[in-house]
């Protein structure tokens, strides 16, 4: 059974900030979890002519991490941070790459995220995104549509492996 903290009581009367914060944290489980109980093998599986993968798709919400939450926050460059320089980099897997590895370096970068924005408000501007200044507020809200839509990926692609019905290599 999939867990929707989001719904919860305590949510519904919490301060915008915390609701934001729940519905990041949820999407971010439910992407992290898309790995569990699956080989190495069915998490590299490619099933689409693009780089996506059940394990590019973690890796690449932990860029995605670095990205709105380290780059923008602290102003260091993707080089500093040590993320490649565009999103679709994110995606390429190496061969060091496995679902514990890439598990554990997503979690990272949500608790990274999480420290980075701790003593901000909604309002506090991010002055380190190619786009200008954007207020927390608003990179919370990029962040959570970009995850959604990647947890709707990763369900799809779950479900194609996992049924069988997956044709690719």
Not at 18 to 45: K, P, V
Not at 46 to 59: A, D, E, H, M, W
Not at 135 to 140: A, D, E, K, N, Q
Request: aromatic content about 6%; hydrophobic content about 40%; charged content about 25%.
């Amino acid at each position: 059974m999939v867990s929707h903290p989001s719904v919860q009581p305590a949510v519904f009367q919490a301060s915008l900030r915390e609701q934001f914060e729940a519905f990041l944290d949820e999407h971010r489980s439910a992407l992290h979890d898309s790995l569990d109980g699956l080989t190495e093998e069915q998490a590299r599986r490619s099933l689409v002519t693009s780089k996506t993968t059940l394990l590019g798709l973690v890796k690449h919400a932990a860029f995605v991490e670095r990205v709105w939450f380290d780059e923008a926050i602290s102003c260091r460059s993707r080089t500093e941070i040590g993320i490649p320089a565009s999103p679709d980099e994110s995606f390429d897997l190496r061969d060091g790459d496995t679902i514990a590895s890439v598990q554990g370096a997503y979690r990272q970068a949500c608790a990274a995220s999480r420290r980075a924005t701790a003593e901000l408000t909604l309002d506090d501007l991010l002055l380190g995104n190619r786009r200008g200044p954007l207020p927390l507020r608003w990179v919370y809200l990029h962040t959570l549509r970009e995850l959604a839509q990647h947890c709707g990926h990763a369900d799809i692609l779950r479900e194609q492996i996992l049924d069988g019905t997956a044709h690719g290599g």
